[in-house]
């Protein structure tokens, strides 16, 4: 069983400020399938990266993944009001078929 | 637009049954996998049920396998989960969400309650 890490648990930032998420997977993550969601609160989840790099439909450009094998990260360049929220990381592939991190929270 | 609207939560007495359903629109349903993911309050996401576009393919998270049931009906462009034996730790907000690798969109969810 692959299991997510998501570090820090909390993050805390102003408007304007850049956020680095992590996210560790206990074993190497085949081909990369590994996705990025932001949870407002209240609100249902929405896809923000998959394939660790690629952005999703109408998310903006200063939401960036990286990372490959282990190791992923979500940046935020430029914390909007609307950026604080939960993220999750996600991949898919093992057992179960697919996995969620258990967040981050990126709070003022 | 593509839209997901999930239905049939409420609330369901321990070891009671309860079936979810997911209504899809603005696109063509039969060619995409679908997945149900729940979140218990306060608790972050855990990854139900998985069924490909044919139905050919249906996998489970261990911890409802035995007791939950996903299916889906193309013609009538949506997706169902029978749930049995349900039982307090089943309390959560069940979402309907579009998938094989990664999940999007997703429904704005429905809220289960499993108590006496």
């Known amino acids: 069983e692959i299991v997510l890490t998501q570090s820090p648990a909390t993050l805390s930032l102003s408007p304007g400020e850049r956020a680095t998420l992590s996210c560790r997977a206990s074993?190497?993550?085949?081909?990369?399938?590994l996705a990025w969601y932001q949870q407002r609160r209240g609100r249902a989840p929405r896809l923000l990266i998959f394939?660790?790099?690629t952005r999703a439909t109408d998310i903006p450009d200063r939401f960036s993944g990286s990372g490959s094998g282990t190791d992923f990260n979500l940046t935020i360049s430029g914390l909007q009001p609307e950026d604080f929220a939960v993220y999750y990381c996600?991949?898919?592939?093992?057992?179960?078929?697919?996995?969620f991190g258990p967040g981050t929270t990126v709070e003022i | 637009e593509v839209k997901l609207v999930e239905s049939g939560g409420g609330l369901v007495k321990p070891g009671g049954s309860l079936k979810l359903s997911c209504a899809a629109s603005?696109?063509?349903?039969?060619?995409?996998?679908m997945n149900w993911v729940r979140q218990a309050p306060g608790k972050g996401l855990e990854w139900l049920s998985y069924?490909?576009?044919?139905?050919?393919?249906?996998y489970y998270a261990d911890s409802v396998r035995g007791r939950f049931i996903i299916s889906r009906d193309n013609t009538k462009n949506s997706v169902d989960l029978q749930m049995n034996s349900l039982g307090a730790d089943d309390t959560a907000v069940y979402y309907c969400?579009?998938?094989?690798?990664?999940?999007?969109?997703w429904g704005q969810g429905t809220l289960v309650t499993v108590s006496s």
């Open positions: 996600q991949l898919y592939g093992g057992s179960p078929l697919f996995t």
């Open positions: 074993q190497s993550v085949g081909h990369n399938y």
């Open positions: 603005g696109f063509n349903f039969g060619s995409y996998s």
């Open positions: 969400t579009r998938g094989y690798t990664e999940f999007d969109p």
């Open positions: 394939a660790a790099s």
């Open positions: 069924i490909s576009g044919s139905a050919s393919h249906i």
